[in-house]
């Protein structure tokens, strides 16, 4: 199924969202999200992670396995209720780079998280899902990691927060990606326009 963000939406959203001074790591979303692996990574660093995630979904109580990892100070849990996109949106947009800690499950899951970063022109860091419909790693928008890899996501986010200019790019290039194949005009519609 065709899935993608429209674009002309985030360019409004982008409109008015300011840079962070320092890396800021984002991550949203609430479905099979590995966010224990994700919490002991950003433990031994200083870097910040912005947590939004419901209390519970899909019988995972998000709230007891934050409480139980007890996330250090550069961690902020933000609980979610209801679908609140367009505010979420414009958070998203005032980051560095989004991050999707996803759990193993046959399926695309954090798909909607991952369209919305490539049409806000950022940066991922993901679990290697091989059921998303690029290749992150190959496509130059951001790196995979191995599920459940507390190592690979510190190594990750260390590059993304060492290497702005390439973190730049990366994003630079996951909109154009964006703009030409993952969005929300079907493949076809686009050739009839053209």
């Not at 989004?98 to 940066?123: K, S, W």
């Not at 991922?124 to 790693?137: A, C, E, K, V, W």
């Not at 730049?168 to 005009?185: F, K, P, S, T």
Request: proline share 6%; hydrophobic share 40%.
């Amino acid at each position: 199924v065709h899935w993608g963000p429209d674009v002309h939406f985030y360019d409004g959203i982008m409109k008015y969202a300011s840079s962070p001074k320092v890396p800021v790591f984002i991550s949203t979303g609430k479905e099979n999200r590995d966010v224990a692996t994700l919490i002991r990574a950003f433990q031994g660093i200083s870097h910040r992670l912005d947590i939004y995630i419901a209390e519970e979904c899909g019988g995972i109580n998000y709230r007891k396995v934050i409480e139980t990892e007890r996330p250090s100070a550069n961690i902020k849990v933000h609980y979610t209720e209801g679908v609140i996109p367009h505010r979420l949106a414009q958070i998203v947009a005032e980051c560095t780079c989004v991050v999707i800690p996803c759990l193993d499950f046959p399926y695309t899951v954090g798909l909607t998280t991952l369209v919305e970063a490539l049409a806000l022109g950022l940066p991922l860091i993901t679990s290697r899902n091989t059921y998303f419909p690029m290749d992150i790693d190959k496509e130059g928008i951001g790196i995979t990691v191995p599920y459940g890899d507390v190592q690979g996501w510190v190594d990750a986010v260390e590059y993304i927060a060492g290497h702005p200019d390439e973190a730049r790019q990366m994003g630079h290039r996951a909109r154009l990606l964006a703009e030409n194949v993952y969005n929300i005009v079907k493949p076809d519609l686009k050739a009839e326009k053209n």
